[in-house]
């Protein structure tokens, strides 16, 4: 059976979303609510959403809306029917009586339920019903969490699951995992008990909120929110209904009851309105006096509110050894922390499920986790680990592993999946090198670099790398979150504090070096970016001769924003690009002028879709939904291009000061509209002197090499000022830009 066309039931958060992303894979959706009202809305939403829930706003009215009153006949030609309505019983069952009486023979029907069971969920199906009917739990936003959790009934017809899972994994690009029918399934069972011990230690052992969310985040590989400001994010309200159905499923023996008491204060936040941020705040709220606004963190112990205070716990990497081995009250929380969620995560193991990677999985790719418990407890290592931890009777996993003390019991990754992912494949490389900044896995007929910096950000060692591995065609891909955010920041300001500009200088050289040996090197080189892809990680992608893009990607130039501009071959190749169109053809002034326009306001693009226009991505680059098929179809490029020739130089004809005045019209305009302040200006007319080809005219002919220079004298003259100075430390220090 072919999943042609899905109605979706209940258009509020995850009903919208679901409808999003089938709509970003072209399946024909329509979206039902009470009132087709209710529906247009959510349609609404989904087009303001940001991040954006679509790949492709152009489609939204693919996305059909209506009413289950006036409406219903809809769900008759539907091959999947999904139900995404209220958390309540008795109206799921009243809508699976009508959908059953309506659907087609054989039609697939799913719950989105994230804690009723499914034998409560199916109870009044018949056998036949069940057949078709299970849980499909996707995760909030759909669009970019990867993990999808299906859960059978003892009924169903398996091969049609199968199918199910397949179209979910190729079409929408989901990790789907299959999970039995237990409370709260994998993602839930242990990211809720895993938030629940990170805020009950915090307040046993007295840890301020800030504090705790600076461990249980960064440090331990789990995304910076930490658990208060996830706690915020999610609805503290909504976090109280979720313990309250765990407690309610759960038999008295499991250890989440310990950690799922009501706590007063968190108690007194609901009551008093502060239910996170969609209310009047939660464990951090903003403080708003006229126009400053302060963020305030509130107190464990008395409740009262201050200003949110920034931890510096001295280290930047996730190193999970070094943060439990502490003397610290840090250290004391991180082991207390990190054993526990061990403890519980392999107390699942074997009665909730048999593979333990599955729960790794799930915690990856439900909870962007960099690793999952059980990958943790292999990184602390299996003696370790015992030599430290306290009682763990009773629990087979662990008892098992005490005995056997096997540091390598981790076996095979990503066991859900049947595609060849770079986490299965990293631990059959034939060898592995490189360095602090990017690994390099060889493997007999090519190599692999994936970079390990925060956010991937790059620096003298990444492009090291780089250069090192390219004696093999060349796959640059990572796990993490982001591709590459960019240029290492603090890594380039330690150096402009010590005035030292000439290791700045001697590090953007090798950069644009790298950059042109990725282009110009013997064998292909396939970047596969998922995440942000900006600034220098961008101008890594454009070097490489082939890209495998994730449809998640955020791509984009965006130097001026801290006072620079692209200095790593960005300019360069973006005007290539532009020159190599009609228009261009025709007006010298098209191609400088255009990609002023995009580098100038630091654009962005959210996925190919948006990139293609920009010409951050060209039509040739592969647009790939599922993240775990990268690998696959990098290497498909490989062995399709066997007798690779690396491409000719591009040559640059440029206008020159001609370019140079219309560019200058418009920062006029925009200075004097205040758009732009002096800085801005500064930083704008240097990108127009290198994007016009600098003291040239249109009938000379300037190189790769001379552009690369053009760019690296711009920006040593910008990182110099103190301005731009000032532009990054502020970014560095809050997330934001600074008007300058
Ligand atoms: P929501 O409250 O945002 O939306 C529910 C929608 O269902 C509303 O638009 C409501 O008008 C509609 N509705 C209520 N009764 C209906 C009926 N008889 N017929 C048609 N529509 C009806 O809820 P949300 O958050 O989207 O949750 C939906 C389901 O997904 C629930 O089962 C929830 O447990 C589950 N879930 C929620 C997640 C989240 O992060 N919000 C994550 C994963 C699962």
């Not at 970016?529 to 994730?550: C, I, K, Q, R």
Request: charged residues 30%.
């Amino acid at each position: 059976m072919k999943i042609k066309n899905v109605v979706v039931i209940g258009s509020g958060t995850m009903g919208s979303g679901i409808a999003a992303h089938l709509c970003n894979a072209n399946i024909p959706v329509t979206l039902l609510d009470l009132k087709t009202e209710i529906s247009e809305k959510a349609r609404d939403r989904i087009h303001k959403s940001r991040p954006p829930l679509l790949i492709d706003k152009s489609k939204i009215n693919n996305i059909k809306v209506g009413n289950i009153n006036d409406n219903f006949d809809v769900v008759k030609n539907a091959d999947w029917v999904v139900e995404a309505v209220v958390e309540r019983i008795d109206i799921k069952h009243q809508i699976y009586e009508k959908i059953f009486k309506a659907r087609k023979d054989g039609a697939i029907v799913s719950s989105n339920t994230s804690s009723i069971p499914i034998k409560v969920l199916s109870e009044h199906l018949t056998d036949e019903e069940k057949k078709d009917f299970c849980i499909t739990h996707f995760f909030n936003p759909v669009r970019y969490m990867g993990l999808l959790e299906i859960v059978k009934n003892e009924n169903n017809d398996l091969k049609k699951i199968n199918q199910l899972k397949e179209f979910c994994e190729i079409e929408l690009g989901k990790g789907a995992i299959v999970c039995n029918d237990t409370p709260g399934f994998l993602g839930n069972r242990v990211g809720v008990y895993a938030m629940q011990i990170a805020m009950t230690e915090a307040f046993r052992m007295k840890l301020s909120v800030e504090e705790a969310d600076a461990i249980f985040g960064r440090p331990m590989g789990i995304p910076k929110t930490g658990v208060f400001g996830l706690y915020d994010l999610i609805g503290i309200d909504l976090m109280a209904d979720v313990l309250k159905s765990f407690i309610k499923e759960l038999p008295e023996s499991d250890e989440f009851h310990k950690v799922a008491k009501e706590i007063p204060l968190v108690k007194k936040l609901i009551d008093t309105g502060y239910t996170g941020r969609k209310g009047k705040g939660g464990f951090y709220r903003i403080n708003k006096t006229g126009a400053i606004k302060v963020m305030e963190a509130i107190n464990l112990e008395s409740g009262e509110y201050s200003v949110s205070k920034k931890i510096d716990i001295k280290s930047d990497k996730v190193d999970l050894k070094g943060l439990i081995n502490r003397k610290d009250k840090y250290g004391e929380y991180a082991w207390s922390v990190i054993s526990k969620i061990i403890k519980y995560a392999s107390s699942l193991v074997p009665g909730i499920t048999k593979e333990f990677n599955d729960i790794d999985e799930a915690m990856r790719l439900g909870f962007n986790w960099a690793k999952g418990p059980f990958e943790m407890l292999e990184e602390i290592g299996v003696k370790n680990f015992f030599d430290k931890v306290d009682n763990f009777k009773g629990n087979i996993f662990l008892e098992n592993l005490d005995k056997s003390k096997n540091e390598d019991f981790y076996g095979e990754r990503q066991k859900y999946t049947n595609i060849e992912t770079l986490g299965k494949i990293k631990k059959t490389a034939s060898s592995l090198d490189g360095n602090e900044s990017a690994k390099i896995y060889r493997f007999s007929d090519y190599n692999i670099v994936e970079f390990t910096t925060k956010a991937n950000a790059l620096d003298y060692n990444s492009m090291d790398a780089l250069k090192k591995a390219t004696d093999k065609p060349l796959i640059i891909i990572n796990e993490s979150m982001q591709f590459s955010a960019g240029v290492n920041l603090t890594y380039t300001m330690n150096f402009a504090d010590k005035k030292d500009f000439q290791s700045i200088e001697k590090f953007i050289k090798y950069f644009q070096d790298t950059c042109k040996h990725l282009k110009y090197s013997k064998y292909p080189v396939i970047s596969a970016p998922s995440g942000l892809t900006l600034g220098g990680g961008f101008e890594v992608m454009v070097h490489s001769n082939f890209v495998a893009s994730h449809t998640n990607i955020v791509v984009g130039l965006v130097e001026t924003i801290v006072g620079l501009i692209p200095a790593g071959g960005g300019c360069k190749e973006m005007l290539a690009r532009w020159l190599d169109t009609e228009e261009a053809k025709k007006d010298p002034n098209f191609a400088p002028l255009k990609v002023f326009d995009i580098i100038g306001y630091g654009k962005t693009a959210t996925s190919p879709v948006e990139a293609e226009p920009m010409k951050y991505l060209r039509p040739s680059d592969k647009k790939i939904m599922n993240r775990n098929s990268l690998l696959e179809v990098s290497k498909k490029i490989i062995n399709e291009n066997k007798n690779f020739k690396a491409p000719e130089e591009s040559r640059f004809n440029l206008p020159g000061k001609a370019v140079r005045e219309e560019m200058n019209k418009i920062l006029e305009k925009l200075y004097n509209d205040k758009i732009i302040l002096d800085h801005g200006v500064e930083v704008a007319k240097e990108l127009a002197y290198v994007l016009s080809g600098g003291e040239t005219t249109i009938d000379k002919t300037l190189s790769e090499d001379d552009l690369f220079k053009l760019e690296i004298d711009a920006f040593m003259r910008l990182i110099e000022t103190q301005k731009t100075q000032d532009r990054i430390k502020h970014t560095l220090s809050t997330g934001k830009p600074l008007i300058n």
